[in-house]
């Protein structure tokens, strides 16, 4: 059967079951906060806390709700097994060479964790070193980390449970594929560095939180950084770093490629500003990890990410007096600003990364959202660009100071992330890895439009759809945006958007302001009071699919996820009728507490907080969607997801905002339900088994009321 065939689904069976839901009972307590002078309400704090036999037996129900309506949708079934059929396909990590040997994942298809791979050669046949597909029964332990050692002799790795951000950090020996008695808990947010002798680890982790309570869900502060040697105990690591005067601070570390520096990040929140400090570790076989800490950059006054070093001179990124970053240049022999040196200058186009490999320095540019490579010499003389397959991202650049052989990634909206090999030292470039997917990439198409948003700025958009489409408004349209933390959305590949084009759909994804595509300045433009612009330019997308006729009002599907679950749930209330679905996934839906949970408190940097003034109070509620849901409002088809583990962002965020929805929308003619998946957490690690379910779920949903002709 072809998927398109699902669109000709006549809505009027749906429209009468969403009218016959029965929300299970959410309580209301008097709960008002005063900040600042402003008054907030608080109905469902009691869904806060999440291990409560009350908020349990709420989260049992609202999914007994939920999957009973979804497992009454015709053709789920269908979409479901036509998801498994494009995921199943070989695909394969980057490579990463070290200690004479290359790791990557290779995932057959349909197996729900990738397994760590290393091979001797490029052209010897690999073998498993890790397969968390062997922990659980469910594939809910995920591979986090992995790092292997100088000396080829081990492999350093993470594991994280139910998607968890919490860590549990271990070694292997590559010999005989047996666990050390190494074992390092309470890491969360951490690297694994090796030293150069492969005689130990630097690492990051947090205190053990108090036993009181839910430990997953605790807050989060005094970070600190530990060296671990090999064949000892945790309790005996050596502490390298830590700012006691600063709890919220966030450390990491990692030694340099030469063995000679720990080079310390010191963060605060998500602010992509850092400071930037080393400890010369002397001797790189053996290493001196208990030497003085200097603070080579102690103001946050920029991001500074050091990609390499030549001896004592590292070679640092920032967005120093460059909002779309530069390169520069920095002796440790002489390290006063006046002896800094710019290598790589700002230019129209925005450096996204950049590495040290082979000698040569790789940037990874932005266009407008797309990418593009170049090649600089130490010295900053620009050696040209490595030709890309066409518009697309670079995803990842790999290779080693010394070596010419570099690997990078390339994808699409309809080309699947494909690895190549470059020789830096001729210049030639190779496919290396190339997956074949079970569909025909010609048959589509992907432009970029650039639309106006209210105040006037040009926001650019992808828009991917099969080719000879009828632009009569008759599309279903699934738009997805970010908009935040400096992150950009670029094109990638992805089977789940395969199938929504296979269905006859139409793909976009918008660049809205608060992402990383045009450098610093369009990231604060869409921060802390500027947050309405990011809300403003998914408006106008949508608006602009709508105005273009690649689809109507009613056959609009809006989704997104995080910060992008925020943005849903806000233009949901502000422009309830811009879309007919729309799915809030993992979304921070209370803007006047999210500071307390876990890591929120970092996200002030781009949210701002309640706590600072009686305006930015006064803002955050304004467009908290919590806060904002009004009754009498005739609502689109909405579908929250969260999952019962999610300690990046709090399910109590999700709780709130459903039980707010359905409390002042009883009657609502379309479903405002709650999908909560268990042993599940923020979305990194989710086992493929669970990511197809939940697609299909959602697609037979859109298409139930964006397909049929009775809506």
């Known amino acids: 059967?072809?998927?398109?065939?699902?669109?000709?689904?006549?809505?009027?069976?749906?429209?009468?079951?969403?009218?016959?839901?029965?929300?299970?009972?959410?309580?209301?307590?008097?709960?008002?906060?005063?900040?600042?002078?402003?008054?907030?309400?608080?109905?469902?704090?009691?869904?806060?806390d999440v291990d409560s036999p009350?908020?349990?037996?709420?989260?049992?129900?609202?999914?007994?709700?939920?999957?009973?309506?979804?497992?009454?949708l015709p053709k789920r079934d269908a979409i479901k097994q036509r998801l498994m059929e494009l995921q199943n396909y070989p695909r394969f990590s980057l490579p990463a060479k070290s200690g004479g040997r290359y790791f990557y994942t290779y995932n057959s298809g349909l197996q729900n964790q990738s397994p760590l791979y290393v091979k001797d050669t490029l052209t010897s046949e690999g073998r498993v070193v890790i397969d968390p597909n062997t922990m659980a029964k469910d594939g809910t332990v995920a591979l986090a980390v992995t790092a292997p050692s100088e000396d080829g002799k081990w492999l350093g790795y993470g594991i994280a449970r139910a998607g968890s951000d919490w860590n549990e950090f271990r070694v292997r020996s590559l010999a005989t594929g047996e666990d050390t008695a190494d074992v390092i808990n309470w890491v969360k947010f951490s690297g694994f560095s090796w030293t150069k002798d492969s005689a130990g680890f630097f690492y990051s982790r947090y205190p053990e939180p108090r036993r009181e309570g839910n430990q997953v869900f605790s807050d989060l502060a005094n970070q600190k950084i530990y060296y671990h040697r090999l064949g000892t105990t945790q309790a005996d690591d050596t502490l390298v770093y830590e700012r006691p005067d600063q709890p919220k601070w966030g450390l990491g570390g990692g030694v340099t490629e030469d063995g000679r520096y720990l080079l310390i990040y010191v963060s605060e929140g998500t602010d992509p500003r850092n400071r930037l400090y080393y400890q010369d570790l002397g001797d790189a076989m053996k290493p001196a990890v208990k030497g003085e800490v200097v603070r080579l950059i102690d103001v946050l006054e920029a991001n500074y990410s050091v990609i390499g070093n030549h001896g004592s001179t590292l070679f640092v990124q920032t967005d120093l007096d460059a909002p779309r970053s530069k390169i520069i240049a920095i002796d440790l022999a002489k390290p006063d600003r006046a002896n800094w040196k710019t290598i790589v200058p700002?230019?129209?186009?925005v450096i996204q990364s950049s590495a040290y490999i082979g000698g040569k320095i790789v940037v990874r540019y932005m266009q407008d959202a797309k990418s593009a490579l170049a090649l600089f010499s130490p010295d900053g003389a620009s050696l040209g660009q490595i030709a890309l397959p066409g518009i697309g991202t670079v995803g990842a650049l790999s290779g080693r100071e010394d070596e010419s052989e570099m690997f990078f990634s390339f994808t699409s909206f309809t080309f699947p992330t494909t690895n190549y090999r470059v020789d830096l030292a001729t210049g030639q470039v190779e496919v290396f890895q190339a997956p074949k997917v079970a569909f025909d990439p010609s048959v589509y198409e992907t432009q970029q439009v650039f639309y106006t948003s209210k105040d006037g700025t040009k926001v650019p958009m992808f828009i991917t759809h099969r080719k000879g489409l009828k632009l009569d408004g008759s599309h279903p349209t699934l738009l997805y945006a970010y908009g935040g933390f400096n992150i950009p959305m670029l094109p990638a590949f992805s089977t789940s958007n395969l199938a929504w084009l296979e269905l006859g759909g139409v793909y976009a994804v918008a660049n809205l302001r608060g992402g990383g595509e045009y450098g610093r300045e369009w990231h604060l433009a869409?921060?802390?009071?500027?947050?309405?612009?990011?809300?403003?330019?998914?408006?106008?997308?949508?608006?602009?699919?709508?105005?273009?006729?690649?689809?109507?009002?009613?056959?609009?599907?809006?989704?997104?996820?995080?910060?992008?679950?925020?943005?849903?749930?806000?233009?949901?209330?502000?422009?309830?009728?811009?879309a007919k679905v729309a799915f809030p996934a993992v979304g921070v839906m209370d803007m006047t507490r999210f500071q307390k949970f876990t890591i929120g408190w970092a996200w002030a940097s781009d949210y701002g907080s309640v706590d600072d003034s009686a305006e930015m109070a006064?803002?955050?509620?304004?467009?908290?969607?919590?806060?904002?849901?009004?009754?009498?409002?005739?609502?689109?088809?909405?579908?929250v997801?969260?999952?019962?583990?999610?300690?990046r962002v709090h399910p109590g965020h999700s709780f709130k905002y459903a039980a707010a929805l359905q409390a002042a929308n009883p009657a609502n003619p379309l479903p405002l339900l709650i999908r909560i998946e268990t042993n599940a957490g923020h979305g990194a690690g989710k086992p493929i088994s669970k990511i197809i379910e939940e697609t299909a779920d959602k697609f037979a949903f859109a298409l139930y009321y964006t397909g049929g002709a009775a809506n």
């Open 1 to 48: 059967m072809k998927l398109k065939a699902l669109l000709t689904l006549v809505a009027a069976p749906v429209v009468a079951m969403a009218a016959s839901i029965q929300y299970p009972a959410s309580k209301t307590v008097e709960q008002v906060d005063d900040v600042h002078g402003v008054k907030i309400p608080d109905p469902f704090r009691w869904l806060e």
């Open 54 to 72: 009350e908020t349990k037996a709420w989260v049992q129900a609202q999914n007994h709700v939920t999957f009973d309506f979804l497992q009454k």
């Open 346 to 349: 700002e230019s129209k186009d």
């Open 526 to 578: 869409g921060t802390k009071l500027h947050k309405q612009n990011v809300f403003d330019d998914f408006i106008a997308a949508g608006d602009y699919l709508v105005a273009q006729h690649y689809t109507s009002h009613d056959k609009l599907v809006i989704s997104g996820g995080s910060n992008g679950g925020l943005l849903i749930g806000a233009v949901v209330n502000q422009r309830p009728d811009l």
């Open 618 to 639: 006064a803002y955050l509620k304004g467009y908290s969607p919590v806060h904002n849901v009004k009754p009498g409002v005739r609502y689109p088809a909405i579908m």
């Open 641 to 647: 997801t969260t999952g019962d583990h999610d300690d």
